[in-house]
């Protein structure tokens, strides 16, 4: 066995490499997949997961199988339905769509590529039969190609590997498939599992090939290699129904809509079905109204669900996801797939501040409350715990996730503040701290690659390798993860936005010793009103701006960054006195550096422990809990290193 694995693996490797040329046409080509086929049993459905670490391509490759079907897009990425999604170019949420080949159906799941959204891959591994393991031929295996990779290869799943970007000149294909083999492997793959087809192919001008010397047209092998290699559904068509919720959507119509595969059963319009939790209890019971499944890009209705198809229902609203959805006579749930747990906390309190309830409309804390709750009903990953009616705990995957929650509860009206992240800890059995570390991938260019090193080594990081690739290098670590707390900004602006920075969930490890003082302070304003260009010339020899003329700001509001460890007080609105003298000598004009505008990642990154982020629809700012300076010079300051919470 062994031997025909490394001869596959001498084989791929001796292939000769192709350099890639633009090619002329692909995607114009005639549509090649008939819909016209009748789905009737399990046999004719083929359920697939594409995986992949963020950016190498699944959104474009889905695209691309659907503009090949027929189905006319009116846009590309149109699986990014969602308005974040579209406009930072990654995906958030997990979404499903379908299209007919040879007479099978094949559903298609399109999943997260950035690591603080790896709940919603989880959740959908339950719901499909083989995965499409989607690589950079440039870029090569990434922090969330071992995170997906590693639950395929736990649920069971045969993966089918494709090298994307096959188009560009800078392609690495043997090195890449040498990777991805030493991967699997690391990964205590089974021999089926290691025994994985590989194709090439370039999602943006729409062709795959098994072999790098094959012509290249269009998506028909990738096509034929789901066929031959994910297996059918194994459903039972006789037993009553029953389906595990996997993902939900809103519909102004049709409510809440449920989506799942069925495992059991048929379904139709006007069926009585019950919901039951995963710890066993009848959540609800109602009649089905509505049974629908995507079709291309459209959502239609359909007579009769059928097991092995993945669709949705509606007419319930209490089911959530992970809840099981079936007839009466089932009393126990399905098991559902583990997730991993939170690792991170923050503090969600409604806006008091002195501009609380100017630029929002959900202003209190019944509607935040709500507000969450309605979040979790969806995102499995967080969990949320109330301190008092005005403030909640909730935890998460990491800052982008939190983040994302934070920018969509903005553009809904809400005015809320939250705290510096903690990372949450654990104890092992015999009562040893235990915190999460992260395994870290930066890639920058030569001239940044000792800062990094640098700053990574105060952070208590853990130098693994350091690949040199052109003008760039990849280094890699493994970091606690409140080692990485702040530093995304500080890599930004190091860099000048040129670095790249992934990292995602490694182990637990006995606690490292508490993190080295390196914040700077805080420049405060001790004032109300509006910021003058007089007085912002003198402050910012002191720090970075945040501001400029003409902002509002008020007491206890933070306006900049000061370039020493300690806060500083200053008075941003002071104006020049205007006297009688009069002089020949012409006055020097104000001259004030561009401020720094805070986004609001930037604002999670740069918030301290005694402060919070107020987060608006027009506005982010940074405050002092307390505005008070007398009482918070009175205060002692706790260090940033003890910002963690253990578990219980």
Not at 193 to 214: F, M, N
Not at 324 to 348: G, K, Q, R
Not at 476 to 491: C, E, H, S, T
């Amino acid at each position: 066995m062994w031997s025909s694995i490394l001869s596959r693996r001498v084989a791929n490797s001796s292939r000769a490499f192709i350099s890639s040329s633009p090619l002329t046409s692909s995607i114009s080509r005639a549509p090649f997949i008939s819909r016209s086929y009748a789905i009737a049993s399990a046999d004719k459905f083929r359920n697939v997961a594409i995986i992949a670490h963020v950016d190498h391509g699944k959104t474009s490759l889905v695209d691309q199988l659907l503009k090949q079907s027929g189905t006319s897009l009116a846009t590309e990425r149109v699986m990014d339905s969602n308005q974040l999604e579209k406009e930072r170019g990654i995906t958030i949420l997990a979404k499903n769509t379908s299209i007919t080949w040879k007479g099978v159906q094949i559903n298609i799941v399109d999943t997260p590529g950035h690591g603080d959204f790896g709940g919603e891959v989880e959740r959908v591994l339950g719901m499909v039969d083989g995965v499409c393991l989607l690589v950079d031929a440039n870029e090569g295996p990434m922090t969330q190609t071992k995170f997906v990779l590693t639950k395929a290869l736990q649920a069971g799943l045969k993966p089918l590997v494709v090298l994307n970007k096959m188009d560009r000149n800078a392609a690495r294909a043997d090195e890449t498939e040498t990777q991805l083999f030493d991967l699997f492997t690391a990964l205590n793959a089974t021999d089926e599992q290691l025994s994985y087809p590989t194709l090439y192919a370039s999602a943006r001008e729409g062709w795959a090939i098994t072999a790098k010397d094959h012509e290249r047209k269009d998506m028909v092998p990738l096509l034929d290699a789901i066929l031959e290699n994910v297996p059918a559904p194994k459903a039972d068509a006789d037993a009553p129904f029953s389906m595990l919720i996997t993902t939900l959507e809103s519909d102004q119509f049709l409510g809440r809509i449920v989506t799942g595969r069925i495992l059991t059963g048929k379904v139709q319009p006007g069926t009585v079905l019950h919901v039951i939790s995963r710890e066993g209890n009848i959540i609800e019971s109602a009649k089905v109204f509505k049974v629908v499944a995507r079709r291309g890009t459209d959502r239609v209705p359909l007579p009769e669900g059928v097991a092995g198809d993945i669709i949705g229902i509606s007419g319930f609203t209490k089911a959530t996801a992970t809840m099981t959805i079936c007839a009466p006579e089932i009393t126990t749930p399905l098991p559902a797939n583990p997730i991993d747990p939170p690792v991170l906390s923050m503090m969600f309190s409604v806006n008091k501040g002195p501009f609380a309830g100017k630029e929002g409309t959900q202003v209190v804390g019944v509607k935040v409350k709500a507000r969450l709750e309605k979040e979790l009903e969806s995102n499995v990953s967080m969990t949320m715990n109330p301190s008092n009616e005005d403030s909640f705990e909730v935890k998460g995957r990491g800052e982008m996730q939190m983040g994302i929650l934070l920018e969509n509860m903005r553009r809904e009206g809400f005015e809320v503040c939250v705290s510096q992240p903690r990372i949450l800890m654990r104890r092992n059995e015999e009562g040893g701290l235990m915190e999460p570390v992260e395994e870290v991938i930066i890639e920058v260019e030569t001239e940044y690659s000792g800062w990094v090193i640098e700053k990574m080594s105060k952070r208590l990081g853990e130098l693994l390798d350091m690949e040199h690739e052109g003008i760039k290098n990849r280094i890699r670590f493994y970091v606690p993860a409140r080692g990485l707390l702040g530093f995304r900004a500080d890599f930004m602006n190091e860099t000048h936005g040129t670095g790249i920075i992934n990292h995602t969930f490694h182990a637990y490890e006995p606690f490292k010793g508490a993190l080295p003082d390196t914040e700077k302070g805080a420049i405060v304003s001790m004032a109300d009103g509006t910021a003058t260009a007089h007085a912002l010339e003198s402050i910012q020899a002191r720090g970075t701006l945040f501001i400029g003329p003409g902002a509002k700001v008020y007491n206890g509001m933070v306006i900049g960054e000061n370039s020493r460890g300690e806060d500083m007080d200053v008075n941003p609105v002071r104006e020049k006195q205007l006297t009688n003298v009069r002089t020949v000598m012409k006055e020097d004009a104000v001259k004030i550096a561009p401020p720094r505008i805070l986004t609001l990642e930037d604002a999670l990154s740069t918030v301290k422990e005694d402060e919070l982020v107020e987060i608006t629809p027009r506005s982010i700012r940074l405050r002092k809990k307390e505005l008070n300076s007398g009482v918070r010079r009175s205060m002692k300051k706790k260090s940033s290193s003890e910002n963690f919470a253990v578990e219980n």
